[in-house]
């Protein structure tokens, strides 16, 4: 009898610890919670209510480095204090200093051969140089500059430390097609935007000491822009070693004669004489920068971008810059405030979301060049995506489908195949709106891709996703104003980055990025 009580007992016992062990297991293994409940924070009100005061007349366009920009980056700062979100400084300064400098017209002399020619009438720098004084012969025709896997004007040509001679264009084959594309369209090195780029990076890689480029189409417009103090900006200390000068047709045919149909390289017998003095004024300003540290997976990121920064005033007239991007900057505010909401009720993300509010990008994306470039206040090989905010409260006029629920979708799967079908099904189950991918085409002639701040990230392989409504007659105009916001779709754009962000932010594994470029 005491045996069988004695099991008894033992069977009682490890029941009852079964039973504890089962309840703290239920207890310990937490249900994911409905992101739904935060999402629904965001609201068309609260959006407006903010972007009424942020893309108002009192901040003054928020130029970079003026007044209304100053106000821009307190404003952005009280709502991070206001909803209990941290600096993503370790020190707590929510601003990261951005070191700028604006690029007044240089002091230019130039001869050939002993004779003068005239700054902005016959040359004009396009690019901000460190001072210098050259004197060679060593020049150098390069053809189109073009450096591609598929052609190179540089093959067996060496022009370190050289004066380099280039035009514009790119070569075609017998068929008329284009070389390097192999078909009738054109590549990058033919659209301007990206040509003035790509050529300049090409020759500064092989070592040149100065770049002359024939443009001849758009001489005349670059000299207008360019040959005047007009608030270019730089990021401090980004005067480049090589010199880059637009050439007329005059300079262009002194140097090499029939400039104008030839595609070969060759040495140019010629004395060139050069000096140049950069009369750059250094300013500062400020990106504004909070986290939402992560519960499981702190050290991996998940940046959400807009920036803060407008045209200013222009002849007496406020740029107030309400779509682009107040739109932008107040959407990041009201997905901060719903993660926030999310951390407080113990539903925090897994991985770390970073909120970053860049300066300068009406200047040439310098504020999220300098936190990518320069100084990024989490490492980039730790950061996971990034979804940039540009210009979402309005209709594209031009767009052919006239369903107003749409949003354009730009490098969603340049860099990670797995981000955009996240992004597809995050729309799907939450949101569908009509995901348009028009201006994500490689040969789309606007280069949007390469054209916000989400670019500086792709180029350092951060898989991105740029959310874009197209622009309108009131783009970079004193018509860009509160009232004329679709604060309904501005809500369920700002809604879609939310659901996305949350997925890519607690989901187990890391989204893999499977088109890294070199």
């Known amino acids: 009898m005491k045996k069988l009580l004695s099991l008894f007992a033992i069977t009682v016992v490890l029941a009852a610890c079964g039973s504890s062990k089962s309840k703290d297991a239920t207890t310990t293994t937490k249900a994911p919670a409905d992101p739904t409940k935060y999402a629904e924070t965001i609201t068309s009100q609260d959006l407006k209510t903010a972007l009424y005061i942020y893309a108002g007349d009192e901040f003054e366009g928020r130029e970079t480095g003026k007044e209304g920009q100053k106000m821009a980056v307190e404003f952005i700062k009280k709502h991070y204090i206001e909803d209990g979100i941290p600096a993503a400084k370790s020190d707590g300064n929510y601003f990261q200093d951005v070191p700028l400098e604006i690029i007044a017209t240089p002091d230019v002399q130039l001869s050939i051969n002993g004779k003068s020619y005239k700054n902005i009438d016959d040359y004009v720098s396009v690019g901000s140089s460190k001072d210098a004084t050259i004197n060679t012969k060593d020049i150098v025709f390069a053809g189109y500059g073009i450096d591609d896997e598929n052609y190179s004007n540089y093959e067996g040509l060496d022009v370190k430390g050289k004066i380099v001679v280039i035009r514009s264009g790119e070569p075609k084959n017998a068929d008329g097609n284009f070389v390097i594309t192999g078909t009738d369209k054109s590549s990058k090195w033919s659209n301007m935007r990206q040509a003035f780029a790509s050529k300049q990076e090409a020759a500064k890689n092989k070592g040149a000491k100065a770049l002359l480029f024939y443009a001849p189409e758009v001489y005349a417009m670059a000299a207008n822009r360019f040959g005047r103090s ?201 949101m569908n709106i009509d995901l348009d991918y028009t201006f994500n085409d490689e040969n789309d002639p606007n280069r949007y891709y390469y054209r916000s701040d989400h670019y500086n990230f792709a180029k350092n392989n951060v898989p991105v996703i740029f959310y874009f409504n197209g622009t309108h007659d009131d783009y970079h105009q004193p018509g860009d104003t509160p009232d004329k916001i679709e604060y309904d779709l501005l809500e369920n754009r700002t809604r879609l980055v939310f659901y996305t962000a949350w997925e890519l932010a607690n989901r187990d594994a890391r989204i893999t990025v499977d088109k890294a470029t070199e």
């Open 230 to 430: 007009s608030g270019r900006m730089n990021l401090a200390g980004g005067a480049e070693d090589m010199m880059y000068m637009l050439i007329n047709t005059d300079l262009a045919k002194a140097l090499v004669s029939d400039i104008d149909t030839n595609e070969k390289s060759m040495s140019i017998n010629s004395d060139v004489n050069i000096t140049y003095k950069n009369n750059s004024e250094k300013i500062s300003s400020e990106n504004v920068a909070a986290f939402i540290k992560g519960s499981e997976k702190p050290n991996e990121y998940i940046v959400i971008s807009a920036h803060l920064d407008h045209e200013g005033i222009k002849d007496g007239e406020v740029y107030n810059g309400a779509d682009d991007d107040g739109s932008g900057t107040v959407a990041v505010l009201e997905i901060a405030e719903a993660f926030a909401k999310a951390k407080k009720e113990g539903n925090g993300p897994k991985r770390s979301i970073v909120f970053l509010n860049v300066t300068g990008e009406e200047k040439g994306l310098l504020g999220s060049r300098h936190y990518t470039d320069n100084d990024p206040i989490f490492p980039l090989a730790n950061t996971v995506a990034n979804l940039n905010i540009d210009m979402i409260g309005r209709l594209d006029p031009k767009r052919e489908k006239k369903n107003r629920n749409y949003l354009y979708l730009i490098g969603s799967d340049k860099l990670s195949t797995e981000l955009h079908n996240i992004s597809e099904a995050m729309n799907t189950k939450y």
